[in-house]
Nanobody, 123 residues
């Protein structure tokens, strides 16, 4: 069982940056692909970024490509989402997710979820 805890959400102005963090439990974090999802008012949860266990492969949704960066620190069991040039949008909840051991970014299937952290981009 993997326990995930996100942090770093809040209110920011359009064009500003924000970094979200996710801390994972367990000793096999380095084997797990990780991803960030965004859930807006429609309640649909969309994957926006993913990273493999080694941190050598990443994938981004087209809507955030070039503005968001996913990274991880396996020594600290943490994954990050650095968001730049944020666009105005309705409040959204960002979720951290862990995939199956040894799985790749391309084959990512969420197995575990955090509780989410809310981000609001508004002037």
């Amino acid at each position: 069982q993997i326990h995930l805890v996100e942090s770093g959400g809040g209110l920011v102005h359009p064009g500003e940056s924000l970094t979200l963090s996710c801390r994972a439990s367990g000793s096999t974090f380095f084997l797990l692909p990780m991803a960030w999802y965004r859930q807006g008012p429609s309640m649909q949860r969309d994957r926006i970024a993913a990273i493999n266990g080694a941190g050598s492969d990443t994938d981004y949704d087209a809507s955030v490509e070039g503005r968001f960066t996913i990274s991880r620190d396996n020594a600290k069991n943490m994954v990050f989402l650095h968001m730049e040039d944020l666009n105005p949008e309705a409040p959204a909840v960002y979720f951290c997710s862990a995939g199956q051991t040894y799985s790749t970014v391309a084959a990512f299937i969420p197995n575990y979820w955090g509780q989410g952290t809310q981000v609001t981009v508004s002037s």
